[in-house]
Structure formats: C-alpha cells, structure tokens
C-alpha cells in the first residue's frame, strides 16, 4: 500500500504590494517552493501593485515535504528581481486543517448554510444544494463597538425540507483577537525573506489570497483495484446492451461540482485499459437518448461533455499545439489593436515624418477586420491540413460521435448536427478556450496584455461562429461581427471537409496509423535553452551563452541549431521532464552539483575533485503534472473508489427501488440477469475494498508515499 497526498492551492491574487520600481509599480510574479526547492514560476503581471494570477498546476513530490513556501518577487530587467514577501506553509498545519463538510444527507452531500450571531443579532446565508465543497461569497454587516468583547459565533447547518436541520459544525471567534490576525480568511500577509538583509522600511509588504487544502490517499495494491476495474470495463464492453448501466447511475449520482474530477479519474481509468473510445462512445448514446432538441445536444456539463474535455486534454494536446501554436505566436507578436465593436473602438493617430492625423472610425473597423480575417483564414487554413496529424484514437472517437448523432437525427433537416456536435467538442470546449487563455494550455509564457486578449477574444468568437455552422442564431449576438462573414461562410465549408475527412477512418487504418504513431516517441518537452560555455582557466577565462533547440523524448535527447517549432518552456519545467523521463534510471545519482567546474574547483562547494560527490541532493521526484503523464491506474481506481464511497448511500438506495421494481414485476429482467446485479456486483465491490483499506491500516506501516501537489484556480 503507498500514500499519496494532494496539495490544493489556488493562487488568486496579491494587494497592496509595496512599489520597487522608479515609476512606483512593480513587476510582480510569484515562485513556489518545496522545502527550498523551486517547483514553479507564475506569469509576470506588468505595472501594478494589485496582481491577478489564478494559475493551474500540479506537483508531484516527495512524502517527506515540510514546507511550501510562496514567494512574491518583482522581475526587473537590468538587474537581480527583488523578493516582495513570501508566505510559508508547514505540512503540519495544512494537515491539521478541515477539508470537508459531513454529508448529512442519503445522496452522500448536504444542503449546507451558514448562521452568524453577534450580539443577539442573527444573520444566514443562502443554501448551497447538494455540497460538502459549498462557496458563499457573502457578506454580512455588524455594528462593532470599539473594545468589544463579544464573540462572533459562526454555526454551519444542513437545511432539510421535511425534518429538523442538522447541526454541522461552528466557529466561535474572539473579536479582539480577530482585529490583530490575518486579514480575512484566505488571506496571507506577506512576511520579509529572512535569507536577505533586514531593511528598516520595509513596513507593509502586502498580501496574496491562497486557499489550500490537503488531501491524502492510501492506494492499495493493484489486485484489491481488480474487481472494481473489471466490472466498470465489463460495462462499458456491453455498451447500452447491459443490464445495470453502472455508467448512467454513476452520472446519476455525481454532483456538478464534482463532475469534472469523476469525468478525469474514469477517463484515465479506461484510457489504460484500452477502452476510452468505448467508454466514450457509451456516454455520447446515454445523453442522446436523453436530448430531444438538437440545439442542447452536448451543450450542459453533462458527464459525456466533461469527460470528453478531459480525454481532448490527454490525447489531442499536441495537436492542439501544432494547429494553433504559429497563429497564437503571430497574434502575440504581432501586437496589433484589433476592435469591431464600434462602441469599444479607441481612435489613434497615424502618419509619418512629422504628420499625423486622427484615424477615423471606419479605417479602424476596416483594419481590424482585415487582420482578423487573416487569422481566421490561417487557422482555418492549418486545420484542413491537420487530418493526418491528429491522433487515431481522437480521430476514431469522433467517428463514433458523428454516427451516432447521425442516427439519432437521421432527417434532411438535420444534415448540420453531426457536424456540429464534433465543432461543440472540438471548436467551442477544445480551440476557443485554447485561443482566449493560452497560458492555460502552455501556447505561450505569459499572460496576454489587454489588447492581446482583446485580439484573442475576437478570433475565439470568430472561431465559434465557425463551430456553430454559421447558425443565424449565431450571427444575430454581435451584428458587429458582420464584418468577418465572408470568412466565416468560407470556413464552414472548410470545416466541413475537415470533419469529413476526420471522422474517414476504419478499423484497419486506425490500429495502422496508431502503430505508426507509436513508433515515434512523443516529445515529453521541447524548445529553447542557453548553454554555458566556458573559455579558458583562472582569473581570465571567458564565459559565454549558446543557444540552442532541444528535443526530449522518453528514449532520448537531441538538439539542433534551429527549431522546427517554436515554444516558452522554463527552466523547472525541463528539470521536471528530465526528472520524469530518468525516474526509473537505476544508475541515478544521488547527489550533484548545482555549480560549474572552473579552473580547478566547483563554483558550489569548492571541491577539487571534479568526479567528486556532488554537495546537493537529487531531487528526482519533484515533477510537474501534466496531460502526457505516464497513468497511474491504482490512483485513479482508489480516486474513483473514494468518490463511489461517498455515493454509497444512494446507490444502496437505487439498488432497493430496482429491487422493489423487480418483485412487482415493473423492472424488466434482461435474460438470464436482472437490472439490479451488476449494482449489487458494485456495491459488493465497495465493501471489499472498505476492508481491504481497514485491514491495511491496521497492519504493517505502508510504504514510502508518493505526494501530488496541485496548485489550480
């Protein structure tokens, strides 16, 4: 049995940040630590002392952490970035902090609300349905007299409509002691880096708004997993012909909130078994049955739209980079003000030598169409020729999804749906979200700047409209758009023969095309990096920079003087793939040197010998999370075992009305087994592994845990 742990951190923002540059900004961007050792880098927010980051990442690293630090700095171009403030975090504390409200109710959740009295006053919040995970945001106000020393008593509750509510939990606060702590829940002072010199006027430093929570995981071995692994992929094998349909009453019984994390962990789980085209396949025909107007079809965040944005994350991410990376980098570059609401358009002077004039309206509307159209037509352009590019088993699933739709909506009239079923997956859930956050799916370093995003936003739309097959309903929002419809009726039609194309693929040529893709082993990280090179011994040598394009692979290594594509991979990204891609290299050092050999010493610890052990430790587990990751099959089975656990009250109860159906005879029983087996097959299973998890904490300890450390917004 091994441990694993997960670390959610949300890095939202920071405020009041103290001015370090001469125009009285700053250049804010935060570096998160483990125990000293950088692990990410967020986006630098340019010129402001209130940043907003909300970025996404997650961490693997070792079980013995003791420490995540944040460090808020500002980046300064001709000198040393200054550290702001940081925020430490002990293991310790994040362990002993609450993570989840008790279900109280048969559905595994509750309908939580919040009570607030303060001297006889009573205030509540509103009820949050169906949530251990619930989110307020509301404010209440009390008169506070000035040496006041009444508490201030926080009661949460679970409303119930037929019965008495139940008492959750409360908070009693102490008011005076109140005034003196931390800002506001969430809310994290910054504290001055000891490791620098003290200065006396360092006064307020400012704040950053975390939210973290640890979470730990007792995975078990592989074959207690087994059971439960076979009788969900026996489901999804017998496809709409089973019996129970566990899949349906999985979606059934999952909450919204926690759609997306049910939707990953089955994803992956059938992703290794081979059988995610199937699974897949299976929720395309279960929400079909259930959709009667075309215009919904895919449209909710059903469990088959979240986990087909999952499995596009897993399996189409590089194909996402090679169709839209060049059109994103020239968006950037290029830096254009691009506007086609005329209510939003800025008028600038133009003109040479001395002259200029006020550019009017209409040539700002006129240009910013034209480079539009450009980008449109580019994208559209590398698109259509991305057929082979894309994955087989992308390609294969959306054969099924497009035959699917098709006999559903088998009339003339409906000649459009199955197109616009895979532009709802791959156009509005996959491209347009890619195209208005770039950083998000790693097409780019940084944040865009407001005019860049501005550009982006407008291509998006225009991607969308496109995605939609030009609907009128699509073009009545922004008659603004008009501008772009040449282009977008072109590129209906484009994106037509591309789908037709796309989803052209049989059997034979899938496992052909597949096994050829096999063959090449996908980069795990590629892009620019300078090498050091040093010219000389003693006091005079030199020291220069190369620049050069590296490839790694799973199996090798490789550079070239020039790129064939380009990307913004950072230094602790490439130490993470480098980490990943030797973590099972038995010859693997366990320390090294994080200095240069020159002359006769190392620049780290002044070491003579140069084949001497290094002065640092290895850190060969601290890695970053990403789509491409080798599966962890026993983690997303325990992940998926957890979440039925939670469910487990329900399920029992659907397995007692299909009990009840079947003795009076309104259920019926397929031949030779009855609706409700394969349910009492699963909730079997639970209990199993219920005391395979009891009887492994109680006996000998678990072996050395593997920690996830998941920072996201």
Known sequence: MAKRSSLYIRIVEGKNLPAKDINGSSDPYCIVKVDNEPIIRTATVWKTLCPFWGEEYQVHLPPTFHTVAFY????????RDDVIGKVCLPRDTLASHPKDLAPKDRNGASDPFVRVRYKGRTQE???????????????????????????????????????????????????QRLQVAQPEEGWFRLQPDQTKS????????????????????????????????????????????????????????TSTECRQD????????????????????????????????????????????????SFLKVAGMQYLHGVLGPIINKVFEEKKYVELDPSKVEVKDVGCSGLHRPQTEAEVLEQSAQTLRAHLGALLSALSRSVRACPAVVRATFRQLFRR??????????????????????CLRFFSPAIMSPKLFHLRERHADARTSRTLLLLAKAVQNVGNMDTPASRAKEAWMEP?????????????????????????????????????????????????????????????????????????????????????????????????????????????????FRGDKWSCCHQKEKTGQGCDKTRSRVTLQEWNDPLDHDLEAQLIYRHLQGVEAMLWERHRELSRGAEAGTVPASPGEAPKDSLAQL???????????????????????????????
Not at 130 to 152: D, I
Not at 232 to 239: A, N, R, S, T
Not at 506 to 532: C, Y
Not at 685 to 711: K, T
């Open 72 to 79: 808020v700095m500002d980046e300064d171009a001709l000198s």
């Open 125 to 175: 919040t509103s009820i949050v349905k169906k949530s251990c995970y619930p989110r307020w945001n509301e404010t209440f106000e009390f008169e506070l007299e000035e040496g006041a020393t009444e508490v201030l008593c926080v009661e949460t509750w679970d409303w119930d409509l037929v019965s008495r509510n139940d008492f959750l939990g409360k908070v009693v606060i102490d008011i």
């Open 198 to 253: 003290r200065r006396h006027d360092e006064g307020n430093l400012g704040s950053l708004q975390l939210e973290v929570r640890l979470r730990d995981e007792m995975v078990l071995p592989s074959s207690c997993y087994q059971p439960l692994v076979q009788l969900l992929c026996h489901e999804v094998k017998l496809g709409m012909q089973g019996p129970g349909q566990l899949i349906s009453l999985i979606e059934e019984t």
């Open 262 to 309: 049910v939707a990953t962990n089955l994803l992956k789980l059938f992703l290794g078994q081979g059988l995610a085209k199937d699974f897949l396949d299976l929720l395309f025909q279960l929400e079909l049955t259930r959709t009667s107007e075309t215009n919904t079809l895919f449209r909710s965040n059903s469990l088959a739209s979240k986990s087909m944005e």
């Open 405 to 426: 739709v098709r006999e559903r909506f088998p009339g003339a009239q409906h000649q459009n749906v199955p197109f616009i079923a895979v532009t709802s997956f791959l």
């Open 484 to 596: 772009l419809q040449p282009t977008v009726r072109q590129g209906v039609a484009q994106l037509k023969d591309f789908i037709t194309k796309l989803v052209d693929i049989e059997e034979k040529d899938e496992l052909d095309l597949q096994r050829t893709l096999s063959l090449q082993a996908p980069p795990v990280k590629e892009g620019p990096l300078f090498i050091h090179r040093t010219k000389g011994k003693g006091p005079l040598m030199s020291s220069s920079f190369k620049k050069l394009y590296f490839f790694l692979t799973t199996e090798a290594l490789s550079f070239a003087k020039t790129p064939s594509s380009k990307c913004v991979n950072e230094l602790n990204q490439w130490l993470s793939a480098l980490r990943k891609v030797s973590i099972n290299n038995t010859g693997l050092l366990g320390s090294y040197h994080p200095g240069v």
């Open 683 to 713: 909730l079997r299973v639970l209990q199993d592994l219920r005391e395979a998890h009891s009887s492994s904490l109680a006996g000998s300890p678990p072996s050395e845990p593997n920690c996830l450390l998941e920072l996201q917004t």
